[in-house]
């Protein structure tokens, strides 16, 4: 067994939450690039630039690229190898106020979520999901979801006989409500399957995987691409104000599910869609 103190934990995650926070990931660089190049509108492209732009700045002067630096989304692959010294939530939640508090991040969570809604100061507690797998490490990625992507995310509990014309058409009505609120172009995650819950878990899942590779199963990865092209057809555009490219990438993820449903769940992320990973 392998044995991993919580100090080691907590500087980890702290750096994470810089690190997402001060550096666009290279997947999405390279999609700005390109849909810079491919862009039709002019306001389009020169938005674009000014993201990419933003993008450089925020790294050259390590600064954060957006003042909504998030609520911490934690995901954790937890080796069976692995023995811990203290408590694992604690040791996250120690990195999320140590980077929080280092990295000059804004600290957007609040306690009470109806009635006081007084700040909790730190940024804590962040959402952590822990998975067992096998091995002898521990996988921590940590994603700062801001809520102006997040609050246009939805579920939808459609039925079988929904079908792909179902998923289709609450993709378009998701990406349409939401028009300029993510600041888009955006990254669009899509859990289908499980129950309310694992749809919504999986979309968020989703976000993470490189915008670069498309799902392993032939059916899904051609749906990916199908729904990333209705979505760039309704003309949303950057920042909303019009044009082609209204989102860089859909990647989904799905899992088995009752015979008489069809879960679906979309995560909408703003373009940044902010991640970084480390293995301990």
């Given at each position: 067994?392998?044995?991993i103190?919580?100090?080691?934990?907590t500087?980890?995650?702290a750096?994470?939450?810089?690190?997402a926070?001060?550096?666009?990931?290279q997947?999405v660089?390279?999609?700005?690039?390109?849909?810079?190049?491919?862009?039709?509108?002019?306001l389009?492209?020169?938005?674009?630039?000014?993201l990419l732009?933003?993008?450089?700045?925020?790294?050259?002067?390590?600064?954060?690229?957006?003042?909504?630096?998030?609520?911490?989304?934690?995901?954790?692959?937890?080796?069976?190898g692995?023995q811990?010294?203290?408590?694992?939530?604690a040791?996250?939640?120690?990195?999320i106020?140590?980077g929080?508090?280092?990295?000059?991040?804004?600290?957007?969570?609040?306690?009470?979520?109806?009635?006081?809604?007084?700040?909790?100061?730190?940024?804590?507690?962040?959402?952590?999901?822990?998975?067992?797998?096998?091995?002898?490490?521990?996988?921590?990625?940590?994603?700062?979801?801001?809520f102006?992507?997040?609050?246009?995310?939805?579920?939808?509990?459609?039925?079988?006989?929904d079908?792909?014309?179902?998923?289709?058409?609450?993709?378009?009505?998701?990406?349409?409500?939401?028009?300029?609120?993510?600041c888009?172009?955006?990254i669009v995650?899509?859990?289908?399957?499980?129950?309310?819950?694992k749809?919504a878990?999986?979309?968020?899942?989703?976000?993470?995987?490189?915008i670069?590779?498309?799902?392993?199963?032939?059916?899904?990865?051609?749906?990916?691409?199908?729904?990333?092209?209705?979505?760039?057809?309704?003309?949303?555009?950057?920042?909303?104000?019009?044009?082609?490219?209204?989102?860089?990438?859909v990647?989904?993820?799905?899992?088995p599910?009752?015979?008489?449903?069809?879960?679906?769940?979309?995560?909408?992320?703003?373009h940044?869609?902010?991640?970084?990973?480390?293995?301990?």
């Open positions: 067994m392998r044995v103190n919580a100090s080691r934990i500087d980890a995650v750096k994470l939450a810089i690190e926070n001060y550096y666009l990931p997947d660089k390279r999609a700005l690039t390109e849909s810079q190049c491919q862009e039709q509108s002019q389009g492209k020169e938005i674009l630039g000014q732009e933003n993008a450089d700045i925020a790294a050259q002067k390590a600064v954060p690229m957006c003042q909504d630096t998030g609520m911490a989304v934690v995901f954790v692959e937890l080796g069976r692995v811990l010294e203290d408590d694992l939530e040791a996250i939640n120690a990195g106020k140590k929080y508090t280092e990295g000059y991040l804004r600290k957007s969570v609040v306690a009470d979520p109806l009635f006081q809604r007084k700040n909790t100061g730190d940024n804590t507690p962040a959402i952590i999901h822990i998975e067992s797998v096998v091995g002898d490490t521990l996988k921590i990625t940590l994603t700062p979801k801001g102006g992507s997040e609050n246009m995310s939805a579920v939808k509990m459609l039925k079988p006989a079908g792909l014309a179902g998923v289709r058409k609450f993709m378009v009505d998701t990406v349409l409500t939401a028009g300029g609120n993510p888009p172009p955006i995650g899509m859990g289908i399957g499980g129950t309310m819950e749809a878990l999986l979309a968020k899942k989703a976000l993470l995987r490189s670069d590779c498309r799902n392993a199963n032939q059916d899904y990865a051609k749906l990916e691409e199908d729904l990333l092209e209705l979505v760039n057809l309704t003309g949303v555009g950057p920042q909303g104000l019009g044009g082609t490219t209204t989102a860089l990438a990647n989904i993820e799905y899992y599910t009752h015979i008489a449903g069809m879960p679906v769940a979309i995560n909408v992320s703003c940044a869609t902010r991640h970084a990973e480390i293995v301990l």
